[in-house]
């Protein structure tokens, strides 16, 4: 079993920054493979922002490249994962999801809510 505990949502002004963290935490029974950060805004789909995997690969959308920093203390099983997003824009308003895949099996957070205000 994988669990998840998300943290620090909230609205922040255009050109902001918030950091979002994930705690994981995961039982024997398989390594965790990749982590990572999608979101979703109202009416559209669920989309990658940030990932790591075990084999070091880290992957942004291009749309957070040079703003959005993903880091992890740890690998394969518990860990943290953070999401450091700076001078913030208004389409990064949505509903911020940490993923841990392991396995098979893909395991979500409970998504915590990001705001930039128009």
């Known amino acids: 079993q994988v669990q998840l505990l998300e943290s620090g949502g909230g609205s922040v002004p255009a050109g902001g920054s918030l950091r979002l963290s994930c705690e994981i935490s995961a039982n024997i029974g398989g390594v965790i493979t990749a982590v990572g950060w999608y979101r979703q805004a109202p009416g559209k789909q669920r989309d990658l922002v940030a990932g790591?995997?075990?084999?070091?690969?880290?992957?942004?959308a291009d749309s957070v490249k040079g703003r959005f920093t993903i880091t992890s203390d740890g690998l394969y099983n518990s860990q943290t994962v953070w999401l450091q997003m700076n001078n913030l824009k208004i389409d990064a308003t949505a509903t911020y999801y940490c993923?841990?895949?392991?396995?098979?099996?893909?395991?979500w957070g409970q998504g915590p809510q990001v705001t930039v205000p128009s």
């Open positions: 790591i995997a075990t084999d070091g690969n880290v992957k942004y």
């Open positions: 993923i841990a895949a392991r396995g098979f099996t893909n395991y």
